[in-house]
C-alpha cells in the first residue's frame, strides 16, 4: 500500500511540474493583436512541446527580421497532414498570428499558415474567431 501512495505521489509531483512548465499563451503572446507576415522559411523545426517556423521578412524600409514562429506540437500538426519536410529553407509563405509582448523580439504565435507557390493554408481557428486569420 506503501509503494502505491509513493508512486501516486510521485506522478502527480511529476504532472504538476509539466502543468507549470507550459506557459498560457497571454503571458508571452498580445492575442488582441493579429499581424500578417511574408517571407522566406529560413528554418522549419519540427517538434515538440511546440515547432518553431524561423521566418525572414524585410520591412517596407527594406530593414529584414527574422522572425521566430510559435505552432503547434508535431502530433497536431501530423493530424493536419503537416510533416518535418512540408517546409524548406527559401520558401516563400503568409503567416497569420499573435505578436508577442516585447516587439523588439520578433514573436509571434501562428494561427496560420500559407505556402504561397501552392497555396495550401493551414488554419488554427479558435471558437468565435474573428481574426483577419480565420477568413
Avoid at 30 to 57: A, K, W, Y
Avoid at 84 to 100: F, K, Q, W
Avoid at 107 to 119: E, K
Amino acid at each position: 500500500m506503501t509503494r502505491w501512495i509513493a508512486l501516486l505521489v510521485a506522478g502527480w509531483t511529476i504532472l504538476g511540474a509539466a502543468i507549470y512548465a507550459h506557459h498560457p499563451l497571454s503571458e508571452v503572446y498580445d492575442e488582441e493583436q493579429t499581424l500578417i507576415l511574408e517571407g522566406e522559411v529560413s528554418s522549419f523545426l519540427f517538434g515538440d512541446p511546440h515547432s518553431m517556423v524561423h521566418l525572414r521578412v524585410r520591412e517596407i524600409d527594406g530593414e529584414e527580421h527574422t522572425w521566430a514562429v510559435e505552432w503547434r506540437a508535431a502530433l497536431q500538426l501530423e493530424r493536419q497532414g503537416w510533416n518535418a519536410g512540408v517546409l524548406s529553407e527559401g520558401e516563400r509563405v503568409r503567416i497569420c498570428g499573435h505578436p508577442g509582448r516585447d516587439p523588439g523580439v520578433f514573436r509571434l504565435y501562428l494561427r496560420s499558415l500559407t505556402q504561397l507557390a501552392t497555396g495550401r493554408t493551414t488554419l488554427s481557428p479558435q471558437p468565435d474567431d474573428s481574426t483577419p486569420c480565420a477568413r
